[in-house]
């Protein structure tokens, strides 16, 4: 099983561009998430989308979009990239329900310049 | 928003030492405690977890310790090994019966042969 699939792994952006980081689930998961990771800070949800059809915002979704293509597939959508968006990005999938593992992506390295 | 806070950022630990984690939370009425395993270019991992209906969960040399009336919790690793030098994130659910999980700031451990 692939299990969490991220791309790409690695981004360089310029200030203003745009672009999309694509996950993927293999495990059927109904739950999908966005988190951003920065030295300190810990992992910081940006969106997640309990089921297909549904997304929610997190602690820091300004600058973000999100779409739920399927079940399988959760993007997210940088429309104008700026230095403070430079982190790594991690996709997470887990069943629905309290207290059920999250399972991560093994991230997308984004610098912005 | 729950709110995690986990200490120490880092922490160096000589081979065959203790390593000692703590996290500290705000609701009382959160009841899922997991705790994160990140090795360098990859995504968390779940490591161990706990519910408050028991004090301390042991797996293998992974140890949780909770205090529910001093609203912290603990991971403890005995027998330390170099194979264990990773980044270690507590976490709890973002609001009571929250499915999303907000995350401490990590502690970056380094286990010396």
């Known amino acids: 099983n692939a299990g969490v699939t991220q791309t790409p792994k690695f981004q360089v952006l310029k200030t203003g561009q745009s672009m999309t980081l694509q996950c993927a689930q293999d495990m059927n998961h109904n739950s999908m998430y966005w988190y951003r990771q920065d030295p300190g800070m810990g992992l910081r949800l940006i969106y997640y989308s309990a089921s297909e059809g549904t997304t929610d915002k997190g602690e820091v979704p300004n600058g973000y979009n999100v779409s739920r293509l399927n079940k399988r597939e959760f993007s997210l959508r940088l429309e104008s990239a700026a230095p403070s968006q430079t982190s790594v990005y991690f996709c997470?999938?887990?069943?629905?329900?309290?207290?059920?593992?999250?399972?991560f992506g093994q991230g997308t390295r984004l610098t912005v310049v | 928003q729950q709110q995690v806070k986990q200490s120490p950022q880092s922490l160096i630990v000589q081979k065959g030492g203790i390593s000692i984690i703590n996290c500290a939370y705000e609701n009382t009425a959160f009841d899922y405690f997991p705790w994160y395993q990140q090795f360098p270019g990859k995504g968390p991992a779940l490591l161990i977890a706990i519910r408050p209906d028991v004090s301390e969960k042991k797996e293998g040399r992974f140890t949780i310790s909770f205090n529910k009336s001093a609203k912290q919790f603990s991971l403890h690793i005995m027998d330390s090994q170099p194979g264990d030098s990773a980044t270690y994130f507590c976490a709890a659910p973002a609001f009571q019966g929250a499915q999303k999980l907000v995350f401490g700031q990590g502690t970056r451990l380094t286990i010396n042969p």
């Open positions: 997470a999938s887990s069943f629905s329900g309290w207290g059920t593992e999250a399972f």
